[in-house]
Nanobody, 123 residues
């Protein structure tokens, strides 16, 4: 049974950092592309970052370049989203999802999704 479970969200002040975790089960984290998406209130879900099966990472949101990074721990079967220098506009529900072997910014290419974790950036 394929499952993805996000954790690590919360309330953080502008300029702060958070690390989101995506624990996967039913498959190994290095066998598929894993993407991070986010959805702010009243907005469409957008791609943020992805790590492919082969280890390469792809940014889909220009606004996070230089601030966010993605990593994978195959021993723990988990993928992480490190978020630094957070801004109020980063406030959203963050989701991880399993794609195919290579990354895509198209959410419809991701078949399995976690339940999401709320990130709120506010003073």
């Amino acid at each position: 049974q394929v499952q993805l479970v996000e954790s690590g969200g919360g309330l953080v002040q502008p300029g702060g950092s958070l690390r989101l975790s995506c624990a996967v089960s039913g498959f190994t984290s290095d066998s598929y592309a894993i993407g991070w998406f986010r959805q702010a209130p009243g907005k469409e879900r957008e791609g943020v970052l992805c790590v492919s099966r082969f280890g390469g990472s792809t940014y889909y949101a220009d606004s996070v370049k230089g601030r966010f990074s993605i990593s994978r721990d195959n021993a723990k079967n988990a993928v992480y989203l490190q978020m630094n220098s957070l801004k109020p506009e980063d406030t959203a529900v963050y989701y991880c999802a399993r794609g195919n072997y290579v990354c895509s910014g198209n959410m419809y290419e991701y078949k399995y999704w976690g339940q999401g974790t709320q990130v709120t950036v506010s003073s």
